[in-house]
Each structure stands twice: as structure tokens, then as C-alpha cells.
């Protein structure tokens, strides 16, 4: 299979090539990579350039300098570098992050996965950080979701859900779009990603605030955002914290913010996460 890698680049000129140089370690080697440059202020350019000027299969594209948040902004660089490319000529579409170090068996092992099972839509390795010296699970997720920095996309799966949407959220609601359309998520837990940047260390919005728009962009009614607000705010033991997110979560529904899902979409996230709480807690 022939794999479209697209990784966005906001000021990461410190990983970008530790990035860039575990692509070009791998054993499988039909790839092509473009970097999108998303309008960095530090030496990124000069990182990528470095790339391009060696290998024909890494380009990049650069963007102008705007607001860099959570969630939208990733995906629209994202999407930058994808209207450059003629998807039609790959099999696997990637949104990789630029602080990850993959092992050299990394693709060929997303390839074999893909190959030999149909009904796989989305691949990908579990996260790991590093702690004193060991690299421990980064345990942000559970382990059967394949995390934003390293998405890998069968083509028909990634156009069937109508790509990435440019919103907090993005990395779940592919997970549970691709799912109610037959597609599988798998995670290959031997397959070890290694996060260099810890996620959100980057971001401005406060972690309440940000809780309470990703419910809201997740497209959740009120009743599953109490409960997953809760959830957040049982794992710190604070009560405030709970009603931060929900303060949140309100002020984006009392301004009606734009959504970027639909009401059928809206309600196969909903379904989703009510039958999962049913299944886990209320075991019915």
C-alpha cells in the first residue's frame, strides 16, 4: 500500500526531525510526506528544509501565521497539506504529529494490518512517554482508541466519514463515525509511539474551559456531559472543577457555537456514548 503522511507544524523546530528521522529509518518505504508549516516563528522552516532537499518524497507547504488552538487549528493545516495531494493515489491517509519517534517497523507493520483485513478504517500504536529514564504508557486514552498524533486512515474509510472536522473533538468523533459505518479501530499495542511533547503543554485555554467546549464541539446533550464532566472532576477530587466545565459547556450552548456535525452525526455520538455508559456502569 502506498501511505500519504501529513503532519502539521506549529513552532517545532526542537522535534520536528526526531519526527523526520524515524520516517526516513523505516523498513517500509512507499511513503510520501508533506509537512505543513503552519505559520511557525522559529527555525521549523529551516528543519523541514533540511528534508526536502534530500529525500523527494518529504515537500512542504506553508501556511500564514493565525491563532493557534486546540482542535480546529491542527485539522485546517491538516487539511492544507491534504487539498495538495490527489488522495486518489494513496491507500492510507496519516495525520502524524510532529513530536513522535516511531520504531523502523512502524509502517510496515500499519501495512500488513491494512492488508490483510478489510474492514480495518483507522490504525495505529499506543502512545508512550518518557518518565525517569523509562518509557511508560502515556495513558491518556484507553487502549483501543488510536490517539490524534498518529491517525492512520484506509482511503475509503477516511472519505466515507468525510475526513477530519475542523473542531475539539476531532480524534473521537472519526472513532465513532467510522465505526457506525462498519469500519474497525484497531490499536496495535506492540507497536510503541513515543510522545516527545506532552499534549497541550502548548495551549492558552484553561483545562475546565477546555473540557467544557470539547464536550460541547463533541456534540454531547447535557445529561452525558454532566456525567463526563463528573468523570474529569472525580479524577482530581475537586467539586469546582466540575462546575467550571459546566459553566463552560453552558456558555457554548447559551451562544449556540457552531457545530461541525451533523444532527444524524450528533446522534450516533450521543447513542455511542450512552451505550457505553450503560454498558460499563449500569450494566444493561
Request: hydrophobic fraction near 35%; charged fraction near 25%.
Amino acid at each position: 500500500m502506498k501511505f500519504l503522511i501529513i503532519i502539521p507544524a506549529h513552532n517545532e523546530q526542537n522535534n520536528l526531525s526526531f519526527t523526520l528521522d524515524s520516517l526516513q529509518q523505516q523498513s517500509f518505504k512507499d511513503f510520501k510526506v508533506v509537512i505543513v508549516n503552519d505559520g511557525s516563528t522559529d527555525k521549523t522552516s529551516e528543519v523541514i528544509k533540511k528534508y526536502i532537499d534530500d529525500d523527494s518524497r518529504f515537500q512542504t507547504i506553508d501556511l500564514e501565521k493565525s491563532a493557534h488552538q486546540p482542535g480546529s487549528k491542527v485539522v485546517s493545516a491538516f487539511k492544507n497539506g491534504l487539498k495538495t495531494q490527489n488522495i486518489n493515489s494513496f491507500d492510507i491517509i496519516c495525520k502524524f504529529d510532529a513530536d513522535i519517534i516511531l520504531d523502523e517497523n512502524y509502517l510496515s507493520e500499519i501495512d500488513k494490518a491494512f492488508t490483510g483485513n478489510p474492514k480495518y478504517g483507522l490504525v495505529g500504536g499506543l502512545l508512550y512517554v518518557e518518565k525517569n529514564g523509562d518509557l511508560v504508557y502515556e495513558g491518556n486514552s484507553n487502549k483501543h482508541h488510536v490517539r490524534g498524533p498518529m491517525k492512520a486512515y484506509r482511503r475509503e474509510c477516511f472519505e466515507a466519514i468525510g475526513g477530519l472536522r475542523e473542531t475539539l473533538g476531532w480524534d473521537n468523533i472519526d472513532s465513532v463515525l467510522l465505526k457506525s459505518l462498519g469500519w474497525k479501530e484497531v490499536v496495535l499495542p506492540e507497536l510503541h509511539v513515543k510522545l516527545i511533547k506532552v499534549k497541550g503543554a502548548d495551549y492558552t485555554i484553561k483545562p475546565a474551559d477546555y473540557y467544557g467546549r470539547y464536550f460541547y464541539f463533541l456534540g454531547l446533550n447535557r445529561f452525558l456531559t454532566y456525567v463526563a464532566a463528573a468523570k474529569e472532576a472525580m479524577k482530581i477530587k475537586s467539586v469546582s472543577f466540575f462546575f467550571s466545565i459546566i459553566k463552560s459547556y453552558e456558555s457554548c450552548r447559551s451562544k449556540n457555537l457552531e457545530l461541525k456535525i451533523s444532527k444524524t452525526e450528533q446522534k450516533i455520538i450521543n447513542d455511542q456514548r450512552w451505550k457505553a455508559l450503560k454498558n460499563k456502569w449500569l450494566k444493561m
